[in-house]
């Protein structure tokens, strides 16, 4: 049978050279001038293709690139699972290659002991699972530098891939709760809530994709702008840190994880929420880890964080479920999953629409159905934490859908004449419609254009 490679694509560089030569397949012809005729006509064979996939091991690894032969499985790992499957094509040594496709290495050398392979098969197989099979390998393995199993070893892992002996977890992400794991669960450190399958990043705090969405989040401290509430939470989007722990720099909302929570809420997935230690005391476990539940994003926005630089910020609300979250030095009168919402005057929103025909303030359009007209009164500074923006009419806007959603998200403004503004162009769409009896507010569209311009 042939060998398994074990390969992290989890650093900074590592990531990096996976979107530059796997996602991003190499075409033959960038490759024809750093390798011999023979060689070259030698790869041509093996690949078959005018495209294939690079990856390339320093020195120091040198030992393991002479274990991997044409037809070993390799398994590239990140964020405690491993993710995409190939076989090897071909292997060669070449530093003007490995300089050509990554550059050199700050030390002086670079990845020329390279080896070839076609695009990877997407796979989602937890570490403990291949832990699990693999003979002497300890439970709580990760991948560090490029591993190559032979023998017995390499078996077990091809059995498992190949579902003889257990069949890999299902690609699909799973939301919701996770049979056998209550609210309140308690686990000893990250490595078990992973294999739980709670959260399984060991270190990132949000598990997701920008394709399926987020599925859970830890809050440990890791942001100094979350805001934890108990059953609503702030919480900070990923980005803008280097090792230290600081905000740096921006946020940007095309991280994955930014994306994944963006996700979450557009198509209102339930996200598992687990505390740490390091979290706000008032809501957090003293030690290890806790799963608190089930919430939903309710809004997203862009925001200027402590450190003044832009960040990301998600609110969660806790779905209501059968156990309460409760502050950690004690009951202080038990209260359902309601503690921070604030309850809106319904009747003022619906005095708000009759004064408008159910039409909308921004494009003039009355949605009529059997049921009757329908519109949305749009809070402009929103409703409960951070912002707490009133409850009141000055604060409103009877808008149609669409036009709820671009001002929820910046897509339009209001200046100080009441020009509508489209964000992205500067485009000027019209004038704001206002009744004589409903006066909107400068105060809180001053606060509107300030966080989306």
Sequence with gaps: MPNVILQPASGVESRGHYRLTVENLVSLSRIRDYLANDAYESLSTAVGTGNTCVWGIRPSM??????????????????????????????????????????????????????????????????????AV???????????????????KADAVIELLSGAKTRPIASQRQFGSIPHHQVGSLFTNRMELSA????????????????????????NGGYIDDEDYGDSIVYTGHGGQKGSGKQI??????????????????????????????????WSPSTGYRYDGLYLIVRYWPDRGIAGYRIWRYRLERIDQSAVIEPAKGPVGRRSGTSDR???????????????????????????????????AAHIKPLGRPDDGPDVKSNMLCLCPNHHKLMDYGGIVVDDSYRIIQVLDGKHLGILRMQKRHRVSQEYLSWHRRRWT
């Design 62 to 131: 040198v030992s393991q690139w002479n274990k991997i032969q044409v037809g070993d499985k390799v398994l590239f790992a990140k964020d405690n699972r491993f993710f995409g499957l190939s076989t090897v094509t071909w292997k060669t040594n070449s530093g003007s290659l490995a300089t050509h496709l990554w550059g050199p290495h700050v030390s002086g050398d670079t990845w020329e002991f390279i080896y070839f392979f076609g695009p990877p098969e997407d796979i989602d197989i937890p570490y403990a699972s291949i832990n």
């Design 249 to 282: 720099a921006d946020q940007d909302l095309s991280d994955s994880g930014n994306w994944a929570l963006k996700i979450s809420y557009e198509e209102q997935l339930p996200v598992r929420v687990i505390r740490g230690p390091k979290g706000d005391p008032q």
């Design 196 to 219: 739980a399958g709670v959260h399984r990043p060991t270190q990132a705090g949000i598990s997701g994709s920008k394709t399926d969405g987020a599925d859970s989040i830890v809050l």
């Design 134 to 152: 693999v003979p002497d390998r300890k439970p709580g393995a990760v991948p560090q530098g490029v591993s190559v199993l032979t023998s017995a």
């Design 342 to 376: 604030q309850i809106r005057d319904s009747g003022l929103a619906q005095e708000l629409k009759k004064e408008y025909d159910f039409t909308c303030q921004v494009c003039a359009t009355r949605l009529d159905s059997p049921t009757g007209p329908y519109a949305e």
